[in-house]
C-alpha cells in the first residue's frame, strides 16, 4: 500500500494520537500539543535534542526550515493518511537540524525494531527521502538503514503502525 494511492483524506485527530504514542515509545514526554522534550530535562544544552511537533502538518516551508535551523532543534510533521479500504498510516516530514542549517526529509514512515526502538525510515516509493534513516532516542539522529531485509522491514512497519495507532495506554503494553 503506498500513499499514491490515499485520495487526500488526512485525519487531525489521527495525527494527534500518533503524536501521543511516539511520545510513549520513546525517550521523550509530551510539553503541550507542540512540543516532545527528553525526559529528565537538565541543562539547556538537553533542549537541542527537543522536537517540535506539527501533527497535521507536512513541513514544506523554507522559512519553517530557517525557523529551525536558528532554533537548532528539529521538527517532525506527522500526518495520519486514511486509505479507501479503511487502512490508516502515518506520514512524516522531518526538519532535521544540524550543523547550523536544517535538512528536510519527506515521506518518511515508522519502523520498529525487535527491541521496540522506535525510527523513522524512507518510504520505498519516494526518492525524496534521500535515504536518510532517523532513530529516536536521546534526540531524532541519522542512523545506517535499520532493517535487516523487505521481511524485517515489512514487520517493524506494521508493528510501528499498530503501536502508533494504539488506543489508550494498555494497547502498547508489551
Same mark, same amino acid.
Given at each position: $500500500? ?11 485527530? *489521527?495525527?494527534?494520537? $500518533?503524536?501521543?504514542?511516539? !511520545?510513549?515509545?520513546? !525517550? ?8 516532545? @522534550?527528553?525526559?529528565? @530535562? /537538565?541543562?539547556?544544552?538537553? @533542549? ?7 501533527? /497535521? ?9 530557517? *525557523?529551525? !535551523? $536558528?532554533? /537548532? ?5 506527522? %500526518? ?27 515521506? $518518511?514512515? &515508522? #519502523?520498529?525494531?525487535? +527491541? ?15 535515504? &536518510? ?13 535499520? #532493517?535487516?531485509?523487505?521481511?524485517? %522491514?515489512? %514487520? /517493524?512497519? !506494521? ?14 503494553? +508489551?
Amino acid at each position: $500500500m503506498t500513499k499514491k494511492l490515499v485520495k487526500g483524506t488526512a485525519s487531525y485527530e *489521527g495525527a494527534l494520537l $500518533m503524536c501521543q504514542n511516539l !511520545a510513549e515509545l520513546t !525517550a521523550y514526554e509530551v510539553a503541550g500539543d507542540q512540543f516532545l @522534550i527528553p525526559d529528565g @530535562i /537538565g541543562s539547556p544544552s538537553d @533542549i537541542s535534542q527537543s522536537l517540535i511537533l506539527m501533527p /497535521g502538518v507536512r513541513l514544506a516551508s523554507t522559512e519553517m526550515a530557517r *525557523g529551525i !535551523a $536558528m532554533l /537548532g532543534t528539529s521538527a517532525l510533521g506527522v %500526518r495520519c493518511l486514511h486509505y479507501p479500504d479503511g487502512g490508516r498510516i502515518g506520514d512524516f516530514t522531518v526538519l532535521f537540524a544540524e550543523n547550523g542549517g536544517a535538512e528536510r526529509f519527506a515521506a $518518511m514512515l &515508522a #519502523w520498529v525494531d525487535q +527491541d521496540r526502538s522506535l525510527y523513522l525510515i524512507p518510504d520505498e516509493d519516494e526518492d525524496e527521502a534521500g535515504g &536518510a534513516s532517523f532513530k529516536f532516542d536521546r534526540g531524532l539522529r541519522k542512523v545506517d538503514q535499520p #532493517w535487516a531485509d523487505e521481511a524485517d %522491514r515489512q %514487520r /517493524g512497519l !506494521a508493528e510501528a503502525m499498530a503501536l502508533l495507532l494504539a488506543e489508550g495506554p494498555d494497547s502498547r503494553a +508489551d
